[in-house]
């Protein structure tokens, strides 16, 4: 058998599939990978990258995520994102005194990544969402609104900032309500970027806290779907009347 010489060194082989490893954003935590789940059935990848937030978070494999999210808080909004690990990769943080509803996703290390906020005196319960902490006009990603002014099941369109005519939503969302289920479909295709549901478990039951399941596809922006599902949320609780 082969004995390496002593001081020499075996060159570095590259994991199977070449992935270049996470950079942290600057003021972050250090390079994290999200567990790798099975890959997405054929036919189901996006052809181009969907990059929203950041394209540190869009990666070639599909991503499992769990929202935590106790039901009654001081500041209405607040909840974690974990990895299957467990470990909290997103937290979403509520504002206690403002003039309308607003809440910013951080990082791990609590580096602002997008601001939420409610478009006041509109009719199809608007959100718009900007980069980093900003609310500043030149920093919006995108927007979401109800398809519609009455509604059985909910049904949002969200728009990228690139798309001022808004005559074709980029990414559409439609769920249940009553089941706390919702599917995201890129533009008006039937192409699904990602799915969330709840969970039913004994920490829902007895402790107050929701928790909810969520599978990002390959190549789509995690934390883009996040932000998404953070404003579905707080729709859901205008219907509710818990805001």
């Known amino acids: 058998m082969y004995q390496q010489p002593p001081g020499e060194m075996v060159p570095y082989q590259q994991p199977p599939g070449g992935m270049v490893p996470y950079q942290q954003p600057p003021g972050g935590m250090a390079p994290y990978y999200p567990p790798q789940p099975p890959p997405t059935p054929t036919g189901m990848l996006p052809s181009n990258p969907i ?4 394209p540190h978070f869009c990666i070639p494999y599909p991503v499992d995520l769990t929202i935590a999210k106790k039901r009654l ?6 909840f974690g994102v974990y990895d299957i690990n467990g470990n909290n990769i997103f937290k979403v943080q509520g504002t206690l005194v403002s003039i309308r509803d ?3 996703l951080v990082d791990a290390a609590g580096v602002p990544l997008a601001t939420l906020q409610q478009k006041i005196l509109t009719c199809h319960r608007r959100w718009q969402v900007y980069r980093g902490d900003s609310s500043d006009s030149k920093d919006l990603l995108f927007s979401v609104k109800k398809s519609s002014l009455l509604q059985i099941k909910t049904s949002l369109h969200v728009f990228l900032a690139s798309n001022t005519a808004e005559e074709v939503c980029d990414f559409k969302i439609k769920g249940s309500y009553y089941a706390h289920s919702c599917v995201i479909y890129h533009g008006n295709s039937n192409n699904i970027v990602a799915r969330m549901h709840m969970e039913h478990t004994v920490q829902s039951m007895f402790l107050g806290k ?5 599978t990002v596809y390959a190549n789509v922006d995690y934390a883009f779907v996040v932000a998404l ?9 205008d219907r509710s009347g818990e805001d």
Not at 51 to 54: D, G, P, S, T, W
Not at 229 to 237: D, F, H, Q, S, T
């Open 229 to 237: 599902c953070a404003v579905l949320n707080e729709i859901n609780m």
């Open 51 to 54: 990059v929203v937030i950041a």
């Open 102 to 104: 607003r809440r910013v």
């Open 73 to 78: 808080t001081i500041s209405e909004g607040n």
């Open 210 to 214: 929701d928790t909810y399941s969520i």
